[in-house]
Nanobody, 125 residues
Framework: QVRLVESGGGSVQAGGSLRLSCAASGITLIEYAMGWFRQAPGKEREFVAAINWSGHSTYYSDSATGRFAISRDNAKNTVYLQMNSLKPEDTAVYYC??????????????????WGQGTQVTVSS
């Protein structure tokens, strides 16, 4: 059984930073691209960032570009999202996902095959 467990969410003031982690079990992540999505109250779920199987290629949404950094440690079966210069509009539940293949396009353009339970990020002004 595949399980994705996110951690690192919390409350922070605007301009602050948080680092989200997503630990996977029941799956060998090195075979898959990984990513992060988020959903704010009353809004649709949106893509945030994706990383290919090796960690050498990444892709970000416009809102995340320049402020967020996705990375992975395949030895630890874990993916991370470093979020800097946080804004109130970043407030959302953040979800870790597994892509359907090795390239980040499977996260960005495809339908992820596994989702975590989410972690809340709240940014106050």
């Amino acid at each position: 059984q595949v399980r994705l467990v996110e951690s690192g969410g919390g409350s922070v003031q605007a301009g602050g930073s948080l680092r989200l982690s997503c630990a996977a079990s029941g799956i060998t992540l090195i075979e898959y691209a990984m990513g992060w999505f988020r959903q704010a109250p009353g809004k649709e779920r949106e893509f945030v960032a994706a990383i290919n199987w090796s960690g050498h290629s990444t892709y970000y949404s416009d809102s995340a570009t320049g402020r967020f950094a996705i990375s992975r440690d395949n030895a630890k079966n874990t993916v991370y999202l470093q979020m800097n210069s946080l804004k109130p509009e970043d407030t959302a539940v953040y979800y870790c996902v597994v892509g359907s293949g090795a390239q980040f396009s499977t996260v960005v353009q495809g339908e992820p095959i596994h989702w975590g339970q989410g972690t809340q990020v709240t940014v106050s002004s």
